[in-house]
């Protein structure tokens, strides 16, 4: 595989050398400073390249090689009229990504919020700080602090009961870390939404149930991904995170079921997956390594993390990556599997990008402010064990 890490632009405070000396020769990084929706120039994307690749000269190389994320309008999402706008301009940022070299792009289809957890900072036992979904207080902030009409048809009575009595005993400041958490925009920037409109935002999903969202991902498909095979680009949708319904919004890139459901939605290898172990391992219905093995020649982006899930609740938090419920060592040893397929059949593509997903928080880095889930010294650590791991597979099984 080719090792990856995540770079939010210039503003990030992990350095393009932090990436380099970690043993990554890729970069996945966004414009996230454009507007959702609007095109992505040449120049732009040029420019973040120059910078990305600024030094080469001197020292090991790096390369811009996926783009996380080109993001989907919500228009697009709620299936508008003026979806077709913005359509044309996604194809249009999709051929000026050709045009600069990039051929890995990877997107969501997840309504409103991205992502969501309810705590940044949990602390394991190790001392390191992690991310953690609670139920409850996810629970509490919809019924109690959204106040969202019919959120009680999503929670059973216990939840309700013990969220409501959790509520009553917060302080502002602890409601105001919550709301800010749970409310977290896109992973590329600090902003949350402000809760004054954030209902607005899900009330326009109102009319929009579980197949219609589908029709709608589908009909975006079908659009762009002919034009990215005839380009070149592997466009790679993420799993929704986590991934189940929340809010009342629909999610529909959750299982092998939705996998093949979109796949067959546009019958073309460049409409793919990013395959993300952290989120589809958040349900232990989910058999990683048969997904690999149904889709993996439509895998062309990995996400290596893992998550545990609390026994007898729906919480999980961020797990050692070695360590959690995925059973790593499978998974990886499937996906090298289909790099070797790759290989024998001379289909494009043969090295999979891979990052290591989310990093724990620990020595330095616990003082400093870095994006949640993306500080340096923990992804450093979960390289290191992937790539031990790795090596590990393809000499006691001679892949590669």
Request: contains cysteine.
């Amino acid at each position: 595989m080719i090792h990856t890490m995540r770079w939010f632009g210039p503003n990030d405070p992990v350095s393009l050398m932090d990436i380099r000396q970690a043993g990554c020769t890729g970069v996945v990084s966004a414009l996230h400073q454009i507007p959702v929706g609007d095109v992505w120039s040449v120049e732009a994307i040029q420019e973040r390249k120059s910078i990305i690749e600024a030094g080469n000269e001197e020292y090991t190389p790096l390369q811009w090689l996926v783009v996380e994320s080109l993001p989907v309008h919500e228009h697009i999402k709620k299936g508008l009229p003026t979806r077709e706008l913005y359509i044309e301009n996604y194809k249009e940022s999709l051929r000026n990504l050709a045009a600069c070299g990039i051929n890995t792009v990877c997107y969501n289809f997840m309504p409103v919020l991205d992502w969501s957890r309810t705590q940044l900072d949990y602390t394991l036992p190790e001392g390191h700080k992690t991310l953690r979904f609670v139920w409850e207080d996810f629970a509490l902030f919809d019924l109690y602090i959204l106040k969202r009409p019919n959120a009680a048809l999503d929670y059973e009575s216990k939840i309700q009961q013990s969220a409501l009595s959790k509520f009553q005993s917060m302080s502002q400041d602890e409601i105001a870390v919550l709301t800010n958490t749970v409310l977290l925009g896109l992973p590329g920037s600090e902003e949350a939404f402000d809760l004054s409109i954030f209902q607005s935002l899900l009330d326009a999903y109102s009319e929009i149930g579980d197949q219609q969202l589908r029709d709608n991902l589908y009909y975006f498909v079908k659009e762009v991904a002919p034009l990215a095979q005839e380009l070149g680009i592997n466009l790679c949708i993420h799993p929704d995170d986590p991934p189940r319904s929340l809010l009342g919004l629909p999610r529909v890139v959750s299982t092998q079921s939705d996998f093949e459901q979109l796949m067959n939605a546009s019958n073309v290898r460049a409409n793919g997956i990013t395959f993300c172990t952290g989120s589809l391992g958040v349900r232990a219905d989910n058999d990683l390594v048969e997904i690999i093995r149904n889709y993996g020649g439509r895998i062309h982006f990995v996400h290596l993390r893992t998550t545990k899930r609390e026994t007898g609740t729906r919480n999980f938090h961020e797990a050692p990556h070695l360590n959690g419920d995925v059973d790593m060592y499978e998974v990886v040893k499937a996906l090298l599997e289909e790099e070797q397929k790759r290989k024998a059949t001379d289909n494009p593509g043969q090295e999979l990008p891979m990052r290591p997903d989310h990093g724990f928080q620990m020595l330095e880095d616990l003082h400093k402010k870095t994006y949640p889930g993306y500080s340096g010294i923990g992804r450093l650590k979960a390289l290191a064990e992937l790539r031990g791991l790795e090596m590990g597979i393809k000499r006691a099984h001679h892949l590669g």
